[in-house]
């Protein structure tokens, strides 16, 4: 038991500094936004992958070593539909994140219209993190079950 609510505590401490993070994404890609201020965002963008592998790993671990155990969720179609808006942040994140990139090694103000290609990712982003907090809590009250 004391696994199993060790790995919820950790999970959810994940889970919100990944939402952080991604609201400091955001205020930071904004025109005006310099070379400095893309190397600070190179680095928060790194942070924001990091805590996704680290909440898959232990969302996992939830799943094998927790309670309720793989049998519960497996077949869990609310389960399911996390894991896939979790793949969607993942996959909507490939291009902000190699605009970040490319914005660090030039190391230049980036204009307007760079600004403007990057903002509608973040905002499928945010939408995709969204859906996770639905599905979590539909997860945490059987609804679908």
Not at 93 to 119: D, E, G, M
Not at 135 to 140: D, E, G, K, L, R
């Amino acid at each position: 038991m004391l696994t199993d609510l060790g790995l919820a505590i950790l999970h959810h401490v994940v889970v919100f500094s990944i939402f952080a993070v991604y609201a400091v994404r955001v205020a930071f890609v904004r025109p005006g936004l310099d070379g400095e201020g893309t190397a600070r965002l190179a680095k928060f963008d790194a942070a924001y992958g990091g805590l996704a592998m680290l909440a898959l790993v232990v969302g996992f671990a939830r799943v094998f070593l927790g309670l309720k155990g793989w049998d519960y969720y497996g077949g869990y179609w609310v389960f399911w539909a996390k894991v896939a808006s979790f793949v969607l942040v993942g996959l909507f994140s490939i291009k902000p994140t190699l605009r970040f990139q490319k914005w660090r090694k030039a190391n230049q103000p980036v204009s307007s219209s760079q600004i403007a290609l990057v903002r509608p990712w973040l905002r499928a982003e945010g939408a995709a993190l969204l859906a996770i907090l639905v599905f979590a809590a539909m997860m945490a009250r059987g609804v679908g079950y």
